[in-house]
């Protein structure tokens, strides 16, 4: 069974930045969602199991970074200048694929199969 620790949630400031942390128990294509109050979870940010290639959402791109320490099978997402819109519960997600799948991102969250307890951040006005 995978598993996924996130950390790092908080209340900002808007403008004011965070960064996120997702331990997971091995190496795999992840993501970060994330939902808000009375709304789906949506697609944040993607990166490939080799760590080389990232995907953004458009209301996040040029703000917040995906990374990734293999080393620690650690998934990092530095968030900056923070928007109130940017309240939500964040998640980390993990897709299960075959060790050949190196260099791929995933956006949909029906290509996920496991999730963390996700981590809140607020962002005042």
């Known amino acids: 069974q995978v598993q996924l620790v996130e950390s790092g949630g908080g209340l900002v400031q808007a403008g004011g930045s965070l960064r996120l942390s997702c331990a997971a128990s091995?190496?795999?294509?992840m993501g970060w969602f994330r939902q808000a109050p009375g709304k789906e979870r949506e697609f944040v940010a993607a990166?490939?199991?080799?760590?080389?290639?990232?995907d953004y959402a458009g209301s996040v791109k040029g703000r917040f970074t995906i990374s990734k320490d293999n080393a620690k099978n650690t998934v990092y997402l530095q968030m900056n200048s923070l928007k109130p819109a940017d309240t939500a519960i964040y998640y980390c997600?993990?897709?299960?694929?075959?060790?050949?799948?190196?260099?791929?991102?995933?956006?949909?969250?029906?290509?996920?199969?496991?999730w963390g307890q996700g981590t809140q951040v607020t962002v005042s006005a």
């Open positions: 997600e993990a897709a299960r694929r075959g060790a050949g799948y190196v260099t791929g991102t995933l956006r949909r969250e029906s290509d996920y199969d496991y």
């Open positions: 091995g190496r795999y294509p």
């Open positions: 990166i490939s199991r080799s760590g080389g290639n990232t």
